[in-house]
């Protein structure tokens, strides 16, 4: 039987645009010789999985997508959209898969959400022991129209880094993102946990450079990461990551505290 509780299954046009443009960057895409991606969890209707066929195929003209749902009437009413490259099954975090084949990246987003905390290290486990020895698990949330998300990308050893991207035009502060957090962080907001000193630091940043606004959103975001970078914050990547709204630090520097989470 598959492994989860059915979700909502809220879903929409270009919704996942930006963890897509994500994972159409990951190395392992590229050089993987028969890259199989995951959709774990795609709702209501077959549109997410689809655009993300759509966008890997630029890079990779190749690639598999398989559409996983734990609902069996959301798997057949997807099927009926299946195309070269794109099927759909059911399936929950245990990804079931052709033998002797794992993933290569595995989508997991705006699942666990309704989750507890206490089940999330589970659900990690499960679905990085479907990856292949580089493979990449994505796991986290956006709102409903694809502005604001955050993700932690995993390998199959365990968390590697925590992204934030948000849509610079019109924004106030960055940790509107909050709203947004992986349901392994969004308890964890609080005073004493590392995930609300990142997220601090982000805003004081972010208003500190809020002079070069006169020159686009872009580069205020750009000099905030130069900004985290220098004051210690182990960021990840540089400018071209930046440029799209962006910021990626290791797991440990926001990883949770061993104490309890706040209650939600």
């Known amino acids: 039987m598959p492994i989860g509780s059915v979700t909502r299954g809220t879903t929409g046009t270009n919704r996942l645009r930006r963890v897509d443009r994500w994972i159409a960057r990951r190395p392992v895409l590229r050089r993987t010789a028969h890259p199989l991606v995951v959709d774990l969890g795609y709702g209501a209707s077959a549109t997410t999985t689809l655009e993300l066929h759509q966008r890997l195929s630029r890079v990779r003209p190749d690639v598999e997508v398989l559409g996983l749902e734990i609902d069996p009437a959301r798997v057949e009413l997807a099927r009926r959209s299946e195309r070269p490259g794109v099927r759909f099954a059911l399936g929950g975090f245990e990804v079931p898969l ?4 794992r993933a290569t990246v595995i989508r997991a987003f705006n699942v666990l959400r309704q989750y507890d905390e206490s089940e ?3 659900a990690w486990a499960l679905m990085r022991s479907r990856l292949e020895p580089d493979g990449v698990l994505v796991e986290g949330t956006c709102d409903e129209i694809g502005r604001v998300a955050s993700w932690v990308d995993l390998s199959p050893e365990g968390p590697a880094g925590f992204t934030v991207s948000l849509r610079l035009s ?11 957090l992986p349901k392994a962080l969004i308890h964890r907001n609080v005073d004493g946990e590392p995930v609300h000193a990142f997220l601090a630091e982000l805003d004081r940043a972010w208003r500190v ?8 959103p872009s580069q205020r975001w750009i000099a905030t990461a130069e900004s985290m970078r220098d ?7 540089g400018r071209s990551r930046w440029r799209l709204g962006e910021l990626t630090v290791a797991w440990d520097a926001v990883a949770p505290s061993p104490r309890p989470p706040a209650s939600p």
């Not at 450079?209 to 686009?216: C, F, I, K, R």
């Open 170 to 180: 019109e924004l106030e502060r960055p940790s509107i993102v909050a709203e947004r």
């Open 98 to 101: 052709p033998a002797g084949r």
């Open 231 to 237: 004051a210690g914050w182990p960021v990840l990547g």
């Open 209 to 216: 450079h809020a002079p070069l606004s006169v020159y686009g």
């Open 120 to 122: 999330v290290a589970e």
